[in-house]
Structures are given as structure tokens and as C-alpha cells.
């Protein structure tokens, strides 16, 4: 079991950054593969970023060349960082943990979640 709790989200102006993190319980973090998602009002939930155990990263294409992510697993935590953000980023951003801990875009191979940081961007 993997209890996953993000912090970090808040209101921004459009242009700036945040970082994100992703605190998670367990012994076992580092076999993980580690995702970011996020959900916007009236859209579905998706795929922003993801980091394999082994570092390799990936990112939707609206993120790529501005969001960055990563892992350290001394803390048991994974990061994402956000750089010019536009109001179109504006949602409510989920970490997520999937066993086996392959790079996967697929949020059904994502067992575990956390409870979602809000993320805003003012225009």
C-alpha cells in the first residue's frame, strides 16, 4: 500500500512557475513508477508527466519544454516542476504510483493516487 499526498499547488500569474511534490509512504517507493496527471473543470483527467524507477521520463505534449519531472528517493517524493504556465494549465493536479515501475502514460496501470493540489493560473 502507497499513501500519496501532494502539496505545493496554489494561484499563479500566467508566465510563472510552481513546483509540485508528492510525498509517499512505504519502503518501496523507489520500484515505482511515479505519474503527474491533472483534471480540469468539465475535461477528463489527463496525462501530464511520469518517471520510471529507472529515470526515464516522458511528458504530454503541452507540458513538454516547460514542465519537469523528478524523483528523489531518499525522500520518498517526486517532483514536478512547472515553468510559464498558462491559464489553460489550470487544474487539479494528481501524483499517482504504478506498481512494476515502467514508464506508462495509461492511468489505469496508476494503483495508487493522491488527493489532488489545485493548480490556477491567472491570466
Known amino acids: 500500500q502507497v499513501q500519496l499526498v501532494e502539496s505545493g499547488g496554489g494561484l499563479v500569474q500566467a508566465g510563472g512557475s510552481l513546483r509540485l511534490s508528492c510525498a509517499a509512504s512505504g519502503r518501496t517507493f523507489s520500484t515505482y513508477a511515479m505519474g503527474w496527471f491533472r483534471q480540469a473543470p468539465g475535461k477528463e483527467r489527463e496525462f501530464v508527466a511520469a518517471i520510471s524507477r529507472s529515470t526515464i521520463t516522458g511528458y504530454a505534449d503541452s507540458a513538454k519544454g516547460r514542465f519537469t519531472i523528478s524523483r528523489d528517493n531518499a525522500k520518498n517524493t517526486v517532483y514536478l516542476q512547472m515553468n510559464s504556465l498558462k491559464p489553460e494549465d489550470t487544474a487539479v493536479y494528481y501524483c499517482?504510483?504504478?506498481?512494476?515501475?515502467?514508464?506508462?502514460?495509461?492511468?489505469?496501470?496508476?494503483?495508487?493516487w493522491g488527493q489532488g493540489t489545485q493548480v490556477t493560473v491567472s491570466s
Open positions: 499517482a504510483a504504478a506498481p512494476g515501475g515502467y514508464y506508462t502514460t495509461n492511468s489505469q496501470s496508476y494503483n495508487y
